[in-house]
C-alpha cells in the first residue's frame, strides 16, 4: 500500500547532516571500531579503512540516499519503484533493521547500566573480572533494554523534524566535544604514547586480505550501509540540499568520531597494561575499559563521561534503525506514525528479549552454536546487509545505470565531482568486494575459515 499522506522531511541540510551522522556514529564507531583496529594491526588497518570510506563507502551512501530522495519512499517500496522486477529487495532490505534494532537496543541497555554505575559512585566494582558475565547472564539486562527502547521511541513519536532532527543537533555537538575531551585526555596517561604509534603508524608486514575484509564489514555496520536507513534519511531530504557534499559531510563525522574513538581505547589500554590486552576483542568495552578506569584516580568521573559519550552514540544510530522501521510500517501498511510506533516498540521489546536473555535464562538455546544476539548479528551483518548491498550495486550499476542517480545528485544545478570513480565502484569494486566479505563472513561463521 502506498503512503498517501504528505510525506515528513528535514528542515535543510543541516538536518540530514546531524541526522544520518548520528545514524552513522554509533556503537559501530566506539565499540566496534577500536577493537578491530587493535585486532587487525592498529594503524594499517586505519589506513585501510580510510580509502574504502572515501571510495567504497562514499558510492554506496550516494547511491542509497538519491533512491531515498528520487522515489521519495522508504526501502519497502523504493525499490519497487525504480524498478518492478527489483520490488523483492525492498522486504529484504527491510528485515535489516528490524532484526538489528531489537539486540542493538540491548547492547544500549547494557550502557545504560554501565553509566549508572559509573554515576553512582560504583566504578570499582565494574573493574571485577566477572562483573560483566555475571550481569549479561542476571534478567538485570531485561530492564536496562526496556528503559534504552523506551527512550528511543519517545523521541522517534515525536517526528522526524521535531525528534529526530532536532535530538541529533544537540547530541552530535556534544559527542564531539567529549570524544575530543576523553582522547585528549588518555593522550596524557602515562605510556599512552606507545598506543598511539600502533594506532597511526602503518605496518606493513600486518597487511593482509582479511584487513580489507574486516574493514569492508565495519563499513557496513558503522556507516549504516543497506540497512534501509539511508535510503529512508534520503527520501526526507529536500532536492535544494547538496547530496554529494552532505555524503562527505556524513563521512567527515562518522570517521572522525571512529578515528577519535581509537585515540581514547587503544593508547589508554597501552597506558594500562602495555597493550597486552588490546586484542581484547569485542569485550575491550565492557571489560578491559572498565579495568584501565579502575586504574585511574577519578574513575567514576572518566567512566560516567565515556559511557555518557557512548550512550548518545547509541542513542542517535538506535532512534533512526527505530526511524527506518517505523517509515517502513507506515509506507507499507498506511498505519499513522503513533500507532506504528507502539506497534515498532512491540515488536523490538519482543524480538530483543531473546538478546536480553540469550546469556542468562535462554542460554540453552542456540542456533547453530550461536546465542540469540549473536545470531542476530550474523544473519543481518554478515548475510543479509552484503546481499542487500550486492543487488543494489546490480540494480544502479546495470539495470537503471548510474546516471539515475548522477541525475539526482546533480538536482537543483548541485554538482556531482567523481562521477567516474562512482561509476567504477558501483559497477565493479562494490560487488566484487561486497562477495567476497558475503563468502569470507559465512566460512567464517561456520569456523571453516579465520578471520
Known amino acids: 500500500m502506498e503512503q498517501t499522506t504528505k510525506r515528513s522531511s528535514f528542515s535543510g541540510k543541516l538536518g540530514f547532516v546531524l541526522a544520518a ?40 551512501m550516494v547511491a542509497e540516499s538519491a533512491i531515498g530522495r528520487k522515489t521519495r519512499q522508504s526501502a519497502i517500496h523504493a525499490y519497487g519503484v525504480l524498478d518492478k522486477r527489483f520490488r523483492f529487495l525492498g522486504p529484504l532490505a527491510s528485515l535489516v533493521p528490524i532484526i538489528i534494532t531489537p539486540y542493538y537496543c540491548v547492547i544500549g541497555g547494557w550502557v545504560i547500566k554501565y553509566l549508572a554505575v559509573y554515576g553512582t559512585g560504583g566504578g570499582a566494582a565494574l573493574a571485577g573480572d566477572n562483573y560483566f558475565s555475571e550481569f549479561i547472564s542476571s534478567t538485570s539486562p531485561m530492564v536496562w533494554f526496556i528503559v534504552f527502547v523506551a527512550i528511543t521511541v519517545i523521541i522517534v513519536m515525536t517526528g522526524v523534524e521535531k525528534g529526530v532532527e532536532k535530538v541529533s543537533k544537540v547530541m552530535m555537538p556534544l559527542l564531539v566535544l567529549l570524544s575530543l575531551g576523553i582522547a585528549v585526555y588518555c593522550l596524557t596517561l602515562p605510556g599512552a604514547m606507545e598506543g598511539v604509534i600502533y594506532y597511526l ?24 550501509l543497506a540497512m534501509g536507513i539511508m535510503i529512508t534519511y534520503g527520501s526526507y531530504m529536500k532536492k535544494d540540499s547538496h547530496l554529494t557534499a552532505s555524503v562527505h559531510q556524513i563521512e567527515i563525522f562518522d570517521t572522525g568520531i571512529a578515528f577519535l574513538a581509537g585515540l581514547m581505547v587503544i593508547p589508554a589500554v597501552f597506558s594500562f597494561s602495555g597493550g597486552a590486552n588490546v586484542n581484547a576483542g569485542p569485550g575491550l568495552m565492557f571489560m578491559t575499559l572498565p579495568k584501565v578506569f579502575g586504574s585511574i584516580a577519578v574513575t567514576n568521573i572518566i567512566g560516567t563521561l565515556f559511557f555518557l559519550l557512548v550512550l548518545f552514540a547509541a542513542l542517535t544510530s538506535a532512534i533512526s534503525l527505530t526511524e527506518t522501521v517505523v517509515s517502513i510500517l507506515c509506507d507499507k501498511t498506511g498505519m499513522k506514525r503513533m500507532t506504528s510506533c507502539i506497534a515498532t516498540a512491540v515488536i523490538i521489546i519482543a524480538l530483543g528479549s531473546l538478546s536480553a536473555l540469550g546469556y542468562g535464562a535462554l542460554a540453552q538455546v542456540q542456533i547453530i552454536g550461536m546465542a540469540f544476539l549473536d545470531f542476530f548479528d550474523f544473519v543481518s551483518n554478515s548475510v ?40 567504477f565502484v558501483i559497477k565493479y569494486l ?16 561456520f569456523g571453516i575459515i579465520s578471520i
Do not use: H
Request: include cysteine; proline fraction near 4%; charge should be positive.
Open 21 to 60: 551522522s548520528g545514524s552513522a556514529v554509533g556503537l559501530g564507531n566506539i565499540w566496534r571500531f577500536p577493537y578491530l583496529a587493535a585486532k587487525y594491526g592498529g594503524g594499517i588497518f586505519l589506513l585501510v579503512y580510510l580509502i574504502l570510506a572515501v571510495t567504497f563507502g562514499f558510492a554506496l
Open 430 to 445: 562494490a560487488p566484487i568486494c561486497i562477495v567476497a566479505i558475503l563468502i569470507s563472513s559465512v566460512l567464517s561463521a
Open 384 to 423: 543479509l546487509m552484503p546481499i542487500v548491498a550486492f543487488l543494489t550495486c546490480i540494480l544502479i550499476g546495470y539495470i537503471v545505470k548510474p546516471q539515475t542517480v548522477i541525475e539526482e545528485a546533480e538536482a537543483e544545478g548541485a554538482s556531482f565531482k567523481g562521477k567516474g570513480l562512482f561509476i
Open 201 to 224: 603508524k602503518p605496518d606493513f608486514s600486518k597487511f593482509s586480505a582479511t584487513t580489507i575484509l574486516a574493514a569492508m564489514g565495519q563499513l557496513f555496520y558503522s556507516m549504516s
